[in-house]
């Protein structure tokens, strides 16, 4: 098992809370993220800037029983078919039997953006989001099924 980051838009308090989590239960981080970022970490990959390059790394490092964090709903719903578990860095877990609906409802945002019109960005991140993250993480580690 092992915890894999999707470090091209993870917030570093939660890239933090990974590394706590992943320590105290012995379980190795891997961050991923393209060449551009500085990022420190004991097991980090570096890719080339071009889009999804991270991403398919991702894919292709994730086995049965991992844990990945990202916000990518594209990659969530491949990691969930290799039988991993899958994190938003605001610790919603990602499920096989809502990731259709997600994948729709990005799908339809994205027209709407590219038609002109203009979608809500991510909220300013705080502390009880990094809590919340950090629950969610234990939880998927201890295989515990939690809905957030």
Known sequence: MKILVDADACPRSTFH???KVGRKYGIPVWSVASFDHNIESDH?????NDPQEA???IMNMTDEGD????QDWGLAAIVLGKGAKCLSPGGREFHSEKIDFLLEEREV???FRRSGGRTKGPKKRTVKDDRRFEISLEHSLMDTDVRI
């Open 55 to 57: 991403d398919v790394k």
């Open 44 to 48: 980090h990959v570096v890719v080339g």
């Open 109 to 111: 945002k994205s027209k």
């Open 17 to 19: 809370v990974c590394t």
């Open 67 to 70: 844990v990945v964090v990202t």
